[in-house]
């Protein structure tokens, strides 16, 4: 039996972090993933890195540069002429990127002397965990096994017709009709990349509007582009059968309570992920799970001693950058120091075109509590550096508390929004208010200098409108 101070179950974003801080850390450390590539060597970076974030990042942009030269280069008097798009080589690209993470996070491993096991782990005890032939033991686990698609009742993924974030993110050819069911982040960007490759997208959401947990002066801008686009959303919709043979048929009752029928060439379905605990053996350690994830207090202990959870397994957001926060977390936790990891300052980005990016609360949120606020939008439109970029949809919406100034949330719909966030993030660890972007000096001319215009309309400051 091999023993470690640290065990991870789990090598996506925060498997892998958290085997990295705890191995800098002084703690001899193992990492258990089962991930495979297509050639069979481990797959190192969980759904994130192999059907998730990073492949459809990779997608978003090649399919944003074919748009853009069909369409959009002209404006810049560059001319394309007999313009095709090479789907084998454009997925291609994206497999390398792939590669290039799952190589990358190898590297780190043997940099940080931290013990990789290619396999399934599961519990044996509460301090044992067996892989393949192995048995480890450790004097803490971390469970850290994400979570999977959730499959629509009656219509289970096939990856050819029926498909969920792995299929999509591997059609062969680019459907005529494409249909996603469930409006959230991944039915838009994967609805993205496929309108711009050439398919007629039809997005079928069950909630009755567009981006709930969204400000709503965002969701209204984003509907209005996206519609613009091509987009076609039908919201308030409920699916009543689902049916694939030569393609997919869709039978669905509208918002108005009328029977409808959608015919598609493949079908998304994104509506929502489940923790992974498949072969966990959960209940050999003694582990509380609660709808499916497994029970942590806020420091990510279980009710177990010396057995920690983090990522999409437990509560709270699921986004790979929260996981890799609270990995680092328990990794201190267990080294005897005292990290904080603050829910609410992780940002949401959503890398459709123009990109969606929020921090903090918003304005439904606050008349909903009854907090005071004052808020200032800013459009792109009237921001130099978007307009050379050719690229002025969306706005920046800064909220902060009606007494103080404290900055409360920071919505973004435009141009690299998932960069500009990180300001508003920074200022709102430091409980700072919007004066303080407004009083600080931004380049010009930048994208930024809307996220300062904002800051400067929540009092009616705003120089450039």
């Known amino acids: 039996m091999k023993s470690f101070d640290v065990v991870v179950v789990g090598g996506g974003p925060g498997g892998y972090i958290a085997a990295i801080r705890a191995a800098q850390l002084g703690l001899s450390t193992a990492c258990i993933d089962e991930a495979k590539a297509a050639d069979g060597k481990p797959a190192l970076g969980g759904t994130c890195t192999n059907v998730g974030c990073i492949p459809s990042k990779a997608l978003l942009q090649s399919s944003e540069n074919f748009e853009q030269a069909g369409h959009h280069f002209a404006d810049h008097g560059v001319k394309v002429k007999g313009l095709e798009l090479d789907l084998k080589v454009m997925l291609g690209r994206k497999d390398k990127v792939v590669k290039q993470n ?113 400000d709503e002066t965002i969701t209204k801008e984003a509907s209005k582009i996206f519609l613009k686009q091509g987009l076609k959303m039908e919201f308030g919709v409920s699916i009543s059968k689902v049916s694939a043979g030569k393609g997919v048929k869709i039978e669905y009752k509208s918002s108005d309570g009328g029977s409808r029928a959608l015919e598609v060439d493949k079908l998304i379905v994104s509506i929502g992920r489940t923790a992974n605990t498949n072969g966990l ?64 300052t992780i940002p949401w980005v959503i890398y459709t075109s123009p990109e969606i990016a929020w921090v903090g609360r918003t304005e439904q949120q ?98 450039n409108i």
């Not at 780190?108 to 067996?130: D, Q, R, Y």
């Not at 207090?297 to 010396?306: A, F, H, L």
């Not at 921001?383 to 103080?404: E, P, W, Y």
């Open 102 to 214: 799952n190589d990358g996070i190898t590297y780190l491993f043997k940099k940080n002397k931290v013990t990789f096991f290619h396999g399934k782990g599961s519990f044996k005890s509460a301090s044992e965990i067996v892989v393949g032939d192995e048995t480890l033991s450790a004097k803490n686990i971390i469970i850290a096994t994400g979570s999977n698609p959730r499959a629509l009742p009656g219509a289970d993924f096939d990856e050819k017709l029926i498909l969920s974030n792995t299929g999509a993110l591997a059609i062969p050819e680019v459907p005529k009709r494409l249909g996603v069911i469930g409006a959230g982040v991944i039915g838009l960007e994967m609805g993205s990349v496929w309108r711009r490759l050439g398919s007629e997208v039809t997005i079928l959401e069950a909630l009755p509007g567009f981006l709930g947990a969204a």
């Open 366 to 463: 606050l008349k909903a509590d009854g907090v005071e606020y004052k808020a200032g939008t800013f459009p792109f439109s009237a921001n130099a550096r978007a307009r050379a970029l050719g690229d002025t949809s969306g706005l920046v919406k800064f909220i902060s508390r009606k007494t103080t100034d404290e900055i409360l949330g920071v919505h973004i719909i435009g141009p690299m929004a998932s960069e500009l966030i990180s300001e508003a993030v920074v200022a709102m660890e430091f409980r700072g208010s919007a004066e303080d972007i407004g009083m600080i000096c931004h380049a010009h001319p930048s994208l930024s200098e809307a996220m300062k215009e904002a800051a400067l309309a929540v009092d009616k400051r705003a120089l």
């Open 281 to 344: 053996n959960a209940e050999k350690a003694g582990l509380k799970l609660e709808r499916g994830f497994i029970v942590v207090d806020e420091n990510c202990r279980t009710g177990v001693p010396g057995v920690w959870a983090i990522g999409d397994v437990v509560r709270g957001p699921m986004l790979a950058h929260k996981a890799e926060e609270e990995g680092v977390a328990v990794a201190e936790r267990i080294a005897g120091q005292k990290p904080h990891v603050n829910f609410n």
